[in-house]
């Protein structure tokens, strides 16, 4: 059971990165956890804003839910932008389930 200021990894996930990027965009790639770290530290860098805490979360749900062997991400295929269900659907579930 979560507790009430706490975040599922999902949704911190979605805080952290959601400022800027669909979730479509997490879920269409596969790093290694190096290089998600990489990927966070340069968000950071370019304005993600976020915990030591909350990134390490991040890190983890990345690293856990979308691993691959690439150390960094290639380019988006340039088909019309949508939103990953999957995603979004875990997001809301873990949201409208938690109880405070």
Known sequence: MLTMGVLSPAS????????????RRAAS????????DTVIQQMVTRGAKGTP???AQVLD???????GEA???????PSPARVDYMFL????????????
Do not use: Q
């Open 12 to 23: 911190l996930g979605a805080k952290v990165c959601g400022v800027c990027h669909e979730a």
């Open 29 to 36: 790639v596969r790093l290694t956890r190096e290089g998600w």
């Open 53 to 55: 805490e909350e990134l």
């Open 61 to 67: 749900y990345l690293a856990t839910n979308f691993l």
């Open 71 to 77: 150390a960094r991400p290639g380019p988006l295929s």
């Open 89 to 100: 659907r875990s997001v809301l579930t873990v949201s409208s389930t938690s109880h405070v």
